[in-house]
């Protein structure tokens, strides 16, 4: 992975301070300072953040279809695992708005025909990689309530009357 994704192939709005140095191997971009206020990139950064926003969606989708495949299992993660998926996905949700302000900020440009078709693309998938992401932590939220930690602490009786022939 590449830019602002984490291991898990979400992006992360990563906090750094003002004047501090960039992770190595990092983009700055979709870096914000602890005052949380980002760093606008000129038309020249289009590529990357095309790509980030590409990559984010793409990674958000498969992020979806393992969290969906999941469900029947109601001992698939434990909750720190899904503490993580809801903290990165929120994170991501939040870089969302910081992208979306970035693109604003361009199309209020003077830009050529291929970026503004380019701008309004990225601005569609952005829509899209949000709605993605409100998905991934309402089927978090959903599979939190059945992690295994969770499903431990019940009463033997209790897990028989949610489960009385399995």
């Not at 960039?22 to 095309?50: C, D, F, M, N, Q």
Request: hydrophobic share 40%; charged share 25%; net charge negative.
């Amino acid at each position: 992975m590449n830019g602002a994704l984490d291991a898990s192939g979400a992006l992360l709005a990563a906090k750094r301070a003002p004047g501090s140095p960039v992770p190595h191997g990092r983009s700055s971009v979709g870096y914000v300072s602890v005052r949380s206020e980002p760093t606008w990139k000129a038309i020249s950064a289009l590529a990357t953040i095309a790509t980030l926003i590409d990559q984010g969606l793409g990674d958000a989708r498969e992020h979806y279809a393992t969290l969906f495949a999941a469900q029947p299992d109601p001992y698939a993660f434990d909750a720190a695992t899904m503490a993580r998926v809801k903290r990165a996905n929120a994170d991501s949700l939040a870089l969302c708005d910081v992208y979306e302000q970035q693109l604003r900020r361009w199309r209020n440009q003077r830009l050529t025909d291929a970026q503004q078709h380019e701008v309004a693309r990225l601005d569609s998938t952005t829509r899209e990689l949000r709605l993605m992401l409100t998905e991934i932590l309402a089927l978090a939220d959903e599979l939190a309530s059945s992690s295994t930690e969770r499903q431990l602490s019940k009463a033997d009786a209790e897990l028989g009357l949610e489960h009385p022939f399995g």
